[in-house]
C-alpha cells in the first residue's frame, strides 16, 4: 500500500536553511502537497508542486520532486522562529499525509 | 470570512461514553472532511460530507459516524469510546468538494480516560 515517511524532528538556527524531507511509494498522484501545522492551530497549506514538475519556488520556499527516488522535499530559506511548527507532506487526490516533521527553530 | 470553525476545543471523557464534535465550514463551502490526528499514525481520514451525503469514507469501525446538516455544518459521533480514540480531531472545509481545496479547523482535542 501507499506510505510516506518524514523524520519526526528538525532543529536549526534562526536564519539558516531548514529542509524537510518526505519518501513516498506511490508516484501516481497529480498533486503533492506540504502543509504546516502550528500549535493549537489546523493544518494550513503552504504550497504544492504538480507531479511533472521537479521544482517550485515561492519565496522563501523550495520544493523539490526526485521522482525517480520517490523523494519530495522542502527548503525555508532564512528561517525564522516564526516558522516552528509541523510540517506534513501529502498526496490530497490519495487522502494521504505523512507523519510530520516537528521543525524547531533556535536563536 | 471566518475560518472553519470547531467545538468544543477541549474535550474529556470516559471510556465506554460517546462524544459529539461539532464543525462549522467556511460559509459557502458545502463539503466537510474530518480526520483523526494522533503521533503515532499520524493523519488519517474518516469521511467527507458533501450536501448531506456522505461521500468518501476512510477505514475506520462503525463506532465512527458522522453527519451534515441543510446549513453545511457537521457532527462527528464517536460512541463506545476507547482509549486509543484520544487525538485531535480535524475538520476541512472545501467549496466543491474533493480534496485539492481544504481549510481546516483548529481541531477538538479529545481525551479518552
Known amino acids: 500500500g501507499e506510505d510516506v515517511e518524514q523524520s519526526l524532528f528538525l532543529s536549526v538556527r534562526e536564519g539558516d536553511s531548514s529542509v524537510i524531507n518526505c519518501t513516498y511509494t506511490?508516484?501516481?498522484?497529480?498533486?503533492l502537497y506540504w502543509y504546516k501545522q502550528e500549535p493549537g492551530a489546523g493544518l494550513q497549506l503552504l504550497t504544492y508542486?504538480?507531479?511533472?514538475?521537479d521544482m517550485k519556488q515561492d519565496q522563501r520556499l523550495t520544493v523539490l520532486l526526485n521522482k525517480k527516488d520517490k523523494h519530495l522535499s522542502l527548503r525555508i530559506a532564512d528561517t525564522q522562529t516564526g516558522d516552528s511548527a509541523i510540517y506534513f507532506c501529502?498526496?490530497?487526490?490519495?487522502?494521504?499525509f505523512g507523519t510530520g516533521t516537528r521543525l524547531q527553530v533556535f536563536p | 470570512k471566518a475560518g472553519v470553525t470547531q467545538t468544543p476545543r477541549y474535550l474529556i471523557k470516559t471510556r465506554g461514553q460517546q462524544v459529539t464534535l461539532s464543525c462549522s465550514p467556511i460559509?459557502?463551502?458545502?463539503?466537510v472532511s474530518w480526520y483523526q490526528q494522533t503521533p503515532g499514525q499520524g493523519l488519517q481520514f474518516l469521511f467527507e460530507y458533501f450536501s448531506e451525503t456522505q461521500r468518501n469514507k476512510g477505514n475506520f469501525p462503525g463506532r465512527f459516524s458522522g453527519r451534515q446538516f441543510s446549513n453545511s455544518r457537521s457532527e462527528m459521533n464517536v460512541s463506545t469510546l476507547e482509549l486509543g480514540d484520544s487525538a485531535l480531531y480535524l475538520c476541512?472545509?472545501?467549496?466543491?468538494?474533493?480534496?485539492?481545496?481544504?481549510?481546516f479547523g483548529p481541531g477538538t482535542r479529545l481525551t479518552v480516560t
Open positions: 506511490d508516484s501516481s498522484s497529480t498533486y
Open positions: 476541512a472545509s472545501s467549496p466543491s468538494g474533493g480534496f485539492y481545496e481544504q481549510y
Open positions: 508542486i504538480f507531479s511533472n514538475m
Open positions: 501529502a498526496y490530497p487526490d490519495k487522502l494521504i
Open positions: 460559509s459557502g463551502h458545502r463539503s
